[in-house]
């Protein structure tokens, strides 16, 4: 009898046949348990915000039962971006600011996994900023989770991007006078096809919206606010009804599809509001590279490898 196989898509979107016995399927597979997904103790101090987005980073695996081949966590440099460490899974602590063209590598070589990125607010706008500009303008497929907590966390306490004005930082002795940026209304407008906001004090609410973008094909972004108890404390207090705040859901009429309705959105004053601002599904830079691969290796078919150099070099002539 011959053994089923499944096609899965591998390196640039060819397909790999894969005997059956290797991909079972969810029913066949248990999913990971929180414990087989957390690694060492996270080295956070107590109380920070970012514990509760790696423990629904846990929950997401767990409830979608994502398991360690299938998925992969990118990170930069800072408290937040320790991230990749606190998972026992693929993962990687890079470069600070670079975290997203590495991740860029690995979604458009690995289409079949699920590419997720997590970072600070300096990561992501400061040193990373430009590239945060152009994942977002690509559409590439992965998700990019932001921890901001307005300040930098674990160079202790100088000015960030997301800072508002007036903050008293080690940079900015007498408070800040650079206005800051807004994610949301960054994200929009340099393209990204899903754009969300949360605050790791709702975790029902983050949990929704990291399954939200993990669904979503093309380049997801979540600002997820995330307090520094050490070095921002209260930062987010009107945000959160346990300390008096508003937590303001995006009004059910709103029309994510329609970029200008969100930038409206992300322009209200702090808190703001929480959830979908955005989502467009528009063709990802991944399916573009895997369809010119795919005709690329239609015209060279049947030939051996060292045949298409030849090609090539008699092209070059
Ligand atoms: C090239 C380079 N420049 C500067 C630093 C120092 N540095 C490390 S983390 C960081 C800022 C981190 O802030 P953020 O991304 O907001 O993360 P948080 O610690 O607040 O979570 C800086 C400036 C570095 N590690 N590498
Ligand atoms: S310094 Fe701030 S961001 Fe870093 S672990 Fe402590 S509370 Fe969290
Ligand atoms: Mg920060």
């Not at 079949?112 to 590239?131: C, K, M």
Request: glycine share 8%; charged share 20%.
């Amino acid at each position: 009898m011959s053994e089923a196989i499944a096609e899965v898509p591998a390196r640039g979107g060819n397909i790999a046949v894969v005997p059956s016995s290797v991909t079972p399927t969810s029913e066949e597979r248990k999913g990971l348990t929180k414990k087989e997904i957390a690694a060492d103790h996270p080295t956070w101090c107590p109380g920070c915000g970012d514990f509760s987005v790696l423990a629904l980073y846990f929950k997401l695996i767990e409830k979608r039962k994502m398991w360690h081949e299938k998925i992969t966590t990118v990170a930069g440099i800072g408290c937040s971006s320790r991230f990749p460490y606190f998972v026992q899974a693929h993962g990687v602590h890079y470069i600070h600011g670079r975290a997203l063209p590495f991740a860029s590598g690995i979604s458009l070589s690995r289409p079949d996994l699920h590419v997720f990125v997590f970072g600070g607010d300096g990561d992501a706008f400061s040193i990373g900023g430009n590239h945060f500009n152009h994942t977002a303008r690509k559409n590439i497929k992965m998700t990019y989770c932001v921890m901001d907590n307005w300040v930098y966390g674990l160079t202790k306490k100088q000015t960030s991007p997301t800072s508002p004005l007036g903050f008293k930082s080690k940079t900015d002795q007498w408070g800040a006078v650079d206005y800051p940026i807004n994610p949301m209304k960054q994200a929009i407008a340099a393209g990204a096809t899903f754009v969300a906001r949360t605050t790791s004090t709702n975790p029902n609410h983050v949990l929704a919206m990291m399954e939200a973008a993990m669904d979503h094909d093309g380049f997801s972004f979540i600002e997820c606010l995330s307090e520094c108890v050490e070095f921002y404390e209260g930062a987010f207090d009107a945000a959160n009804p346990r300390k008096g705040g508003m937590f303001n859901e995006v009004p059910k009429n709103h029309d994510a599809s329609d970029e200008l309705e969100a930038y409206k959105l992300a322009g209200a004053d702090f808190p703001g509001y929480f959830g979908i601002f955005y989502k467009n599904n528009k063709a990802t830079k991944n399916t573009k590279e895997a369809e010119i691969q795919r005709g690329m290796m239609e015209k060279v078919k049947g030939l051996k490898d060292w045949q298409i150099l030849q090609k090539n070099f008699d092209r070059m002539k």
